[in-house]
């Protein structure tokens, strides 16, 4: 049977859930940073002044969603998180995009993922988490509109036909990289405990059917998962039709 009840603080917490809770956090302090230096590079691409206040109001948006969780982090453990969230940059370092296009698809996909991760967190057990979570799910929300009809404009232009497909796999791939694997003890256990809503499956199909009108619109197609380095359940479902 599900866990009920709702944590607060360390000492309510045994040790496994303590450190599922800390993992959680850094996972999107690190996505949230990402993004940051992701959007924070773009603004060397934008064509226009409009596109290159959109994205420094994003790039702050961003950096606000870290802090908010390193805030978090800090009352909870009495440490830092961003000696941990470095670390795990200079590990799996972010791409930036190459040119306005690129980001576009950026902004589509690797934003997209961030924010369907983060909804599986709304009804968290640890409760300080669920009201910082509504917040930015709510920025995020805004942020989906933006990518998307940007990326069927440029995807229907002839100069991109030739990468288009390849640029979307890279950044699908970065997308669907915030769910992590499905069927994890690890996933197990905090859906046992009400820390996420469900295994990454759901969440990760939710995400593929999401985005599935955007690329019949612009043309694009679904790589095999596992040839972009994708761990996925083989049921899960990738018609476009
Ligand atoms: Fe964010
Ligand atoms: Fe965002």
């Known amino acids: ?48 002044l409009h596109a290159l206040k959109s994205m420094t109001r994003h790039l702050q948006e961003e950096i ?32 930036f995009a190459q040119d306005w296009f690129e980001l576009a698809m950026a902004q589509f996909l690797y ?9 599986e967190y709304e009804d968290c057990s640890f409760v300080p988490y669920r009201k910082v979570v509504a917040e930015i799910v709510d920025e995020e929300a805004e942020h989906q509109a933006l990518g998307e009809s940007l990326v069927v404009e440029l995807c229907l232009r002839k100069e991109y ?20 694997r499905p069927n994890s ?8 405990m009400r820390l996420r809503k469900r295994d ?13 009108p955007v690329m019949k619109r612009a043309g694009l197609l679904f ?3 596992k040839s972009i380095g994708i761990e996925a359940r083989n049921d899960i479902d990738l018609l476009l039709h």
């Open 1 to 48: 049977m599900d866990d009920t009840r709702d944590y607060y603080t360390r000492n309510q917490m045994e040790t496994r859930y303590y450190d599922t809770v800390l993992q959680m956090l850094v996972g999107q302090a690190y996505r949230e940073y990402a993004a940051a230096q992701l959007f924070g590079h773009g603004i060397s691409v934008v064509p226009s």
């Open 111 to 119: 934003d997209r993922g961030g924010y369907w991760q983060l909804q």
């Open 200 to 212: 990454p499956h759901f969440v990760m199909q939710d995400f593929i059917t999401d985005i599935k």
């Open 223 to 225: 790589p095999s998962l």
């Open 161 to 180: 036909q030739a990468k288009k497909q390849s640029i979307f796999n890279k950044w699908l791939r970065y997308g669907l990289l915030s769910f992590g």
């Open 64 to 95: 606000q969603h870290y802090e908010m969780v390193a805030t978090m982090y800090q009352t909870l453990v009495d440490q830092s998180i961003d000696p941990l969230v470095y670390a795990r940059l200079a590990q799996q370092p972010i791409d």
């Open 185 to 192: 003890v690890g996933a197990d256990y905090a859906v046992k």
